[in-house]
T-cell receptor, first 111, second 115 residues
Framework: GESVGLHLPTLSVQEGDNSIINCAYS??????FIWYKQESGKGPQFIID?????DKRQGQRVTVLLNKTVKHLSLQIAATQPGDSAVYFC??????????FGTGTRLTVIP | EPEVTQTPSHQVTQMGQEVILRCVPI?????FYWYRQILGQKVEFLVS????????KSEIFDDQFSVERPDGSNFTLKIRSTKLEDSAMYFC?????????????FGSGTQLSVL
């Protein structure tokens, strides 16, 4: 079945530095990818999405890169702030009406 | 900003009891979902619902689970006879279009504890 996983379970960065969170997926038919942020006690919150016909998409302070050749997705956060501390999940879908989540990376921002 | 609301925020129940988790999706959304997250683990898909019927379900969503949209605003998840392993955070989500094209908006979850 589909598999979406993350390379690193935890990431610590200094405030102001850039963060890069990585995600690997196994389903070559995946065509829509989303990054979610989950703060403690809350539901996943949408950050940014990208479709398989793109390889890069930028939002406010965030950039998602998609490499379909190696089935890799990354989330870059510029000038990381304490409020960015959370667990980040990548999720993907491949034509079915559901969304598969990866295992999550906990980002800790050190003031 | 519109949001998905879930009640209750916490539910404690005895093993074997029935529970109903309630959700009010965003009003113009047509697709509805339930996910669960066991403590420290990833968010797992349970079921998606569209046009008053289930469109997808996972292996987790067995005969003990059911969903219903009893009126124009609520979307419920029923667990008929709870087991210890049903203890988890349950998230409701909704989207304007199918998950293949539209992002899902999640509620804050119901923490279910089965004793």
């Amino acid at each position: 079945g589909e598999s979406v996983g993350l390379h690193l379970p935890t990431l610590s960065v200094q405030e102001g530095d850039n963060s890069i969170i990585n995600c690997a997926y196994s389903n070559s038919a995946s065509d829509y990818f989303i990054w979610y942020k989950q703060e403690s006690g809350k539901g996943p919150q949408f950050i940014i999405d990208i479709r398989s016909n793109m390889d890069k998409r930028q939002g406010q302070r965030v950039t998602v890169l998609l490499n379909k050749t190696v089935k890799h997705l990354s989330l870059q956060i510029a000038a990381t702030q304490p409020g960015d501390s959370a667990v980040y999940f990548c999720a993907e879908t491949s034509g079915a009406n559901n969304l598969f989540f990866g295992t999550g990376t906990r980002l800790t921002v050190i003031p | 900003e519109p949001e998905v609301t879930q009640t209750p925020s916490h539910q404690v129940t005895q093993m074997g009891q029935e529970v109903i988790l309630r959700c009010v999706p965003i009003s113009n959304h047509l697709y509805f979902y339930w996910y669960r997250q066991i403590l420290g683990q990833k968010v797992e898909f349970l079921v998606s619902f569209y046009n008053n019927e289930i469109s997808e379900k996972s292996e987790i969503f067995d005969d003990q689970f059911s969903v219903e949209r009893p009126d124009g605003s609520n979307f419920t998840l029923k667990i008929r006879s709870t087991k210890l392993e049903d203890s988890a955070m349950y998230f409701c989500a909704s989207s304007v279009g199918a998950a293949t094209n539209e992002k899902l908006f999640f509620g804050s979850g119901t923490q279910l504890s089965v004793l």
